[in-house]
């Protein structure tokens, strides 16, 4: 065989779910640009990009099938001198697909349709899609090409059945959110489906974020000896020029995008999520409350860095129990990392809390409020003044409120509904303490000067709303926490490895069973809270979905 190659370009790009109007002139300046100054043969978008993904119950509404049948009509129009490939939900008698069609010469030439249809995970797309048959199969400059739909190429089915109809080369368009060990499985799979057939892949995924998810690009392509040849960047939307080499076992000098540690990998996904989730909601700016604490300063670097310091407004919000030191490290952070900020005691919200509640207290015990900071009603409180508050300014301002809890705190609800948890969006809610210093060592590392001050990273953590407070006065050491969360929450480890394990890592069994029955408890308190970024394989929210109302427990 002749060896042949063919210039594509990889449309790595952002598509907004449900702006159909804005995706299809999206892909339209792609097409063009992809023809006309990458001389490219073929340009291929991710999977349902034309809705964006995941589209959830829009696919329900049969206008919104229609528009996105519309829109497909008049994308053809566009392929003139180059081929293209997209994602888009496909209406037949037969159901509802999720499909992927090449289009050319202003003509759909082939329409394909997913045959795997996962359901687990942060997916339930057997709620929406029929399932599909068959391969997809065209050819491209003589080359026979197998077209493939993100999970079809986790089965070895969809890549047997390619090889046995002839196929060449694989493109398999993708919407694949971002997990901390997500890239490292999609590697590794994709290069043992290449290994086990001799067959090159195309791997094109979606960047962006959308509620939750961040969908972190990446794309690539492997050779037939599971070689990775090319790879787009992270997080990034690019049109990424390629060179197919087949047959790929040709010698071909490789173009990577630099390798990112977990640590960098995360960073970057919770700055784009962040930022695709403001603006997406129509918000130009966020506020968040500076504690001096670990996490409201990690969320303050990742809101500057994903929006810009012009874009982002802190809050001190002081009371008698704040230190000293914790004004003086939220001053200087602020200060270094040039946003705007103002400080606003709440003694005085406080006290007018306490008087105005004191005759409905003094019913229920006697003396209630001797020592108010003593009380967890008013601890509770106090963190309800700093919501308030936030949430005033929110509403003067248009700007979006960020929570800053951590998965850890979260996890155990160590949190006070309408106080810390208020907000928007919970950058930090699938990210566990221990990584939370761990990317801020990171971030810190990326400046010459640290822009959070070292006393912050060294500190007891504390949410100062008592005298001589400290996280660990009521929960385990956070190592400790981490790793049940881990076991539990993560892996859904039950009771009886849970004590095997705890036994290896040196947990005793009291801190184990206290730590789930803290977490089955406050179910209530996460359901009510902001949505998060996630950035792990098990987060809470549309990934663990367990009942507020349940009489089972492990413990039991």
Partial sequence: MATENIPIVIAQLDFW?????????????????????????????????????????????????????????????????????????????????????????????????????????????????????GVGLFDLSGIPVALMICEDIWHPDPMNDARAAGAEMVIVINASPFSDVKIERRHALIKMRAQDTGIPIVYVNLVGGQDDLVFDGGSFIVNAKGDISQSAPFCQEILFPCMVTVPTDMKQAPILSPQLSTDAQIYQALCLGLRDYVRKNGFQAVLLGLSGGIDSALTLAIAVDALGADAVEVLLMPSQYTAEISVIDATLQAQTMGVKYQSISIESVFAAFLSSLAPAFMELTPDPIIAPGQDITAQNLQARCRGMILMALSNKTGKMVLSTGNKSETAVGYCTLYGDMVGGLDVLKDVSKERVYRLAHYRNAKDPKPIIPERVLTRAPSAELAPNQIDQDHLPPYPILDEILKLYVEQDFGIDALLDASQILGMDRETVLRVINMIDHNEYKRRQGPPGIRVTERAFGRDRRYPISSGYSVCQ
Wanted: charged share 20%; hydrophobic share 40%.
């Fill in 17 to 133: 779910v449900g702006d159909i109007d804005a995706n299809l002139l999206k892909m339209q300046q792609a097409i063009t640009a992809a023809r006309d100054e990458y001389h490219a043969a073929l340009i291929i978008f991710p999977e349902l990009a034309l809705c964006g993904y995941p589209p959830e119950d829009l696919l329900f509404r049969s206008d919104f099938i229609e528009k996105n049948h519309q829109a497909l009509q008049v994308l053809q129009q566009s392929a003139i001198g180059i081929d293209v490939i997209l994602g888009h939900p496909h209406q037949t008698k037969q159901g509802l697909f999720n499909a992927a069609s090449l289009l050319r010469d202003q003509s759909i030439h082939l329409t394909y349709h997913k045959r795997y249809l996962p359901n687990t995970h942060v997916f339930d797309e057997k709620r929406y899609f029929t399932a599909g048959e």
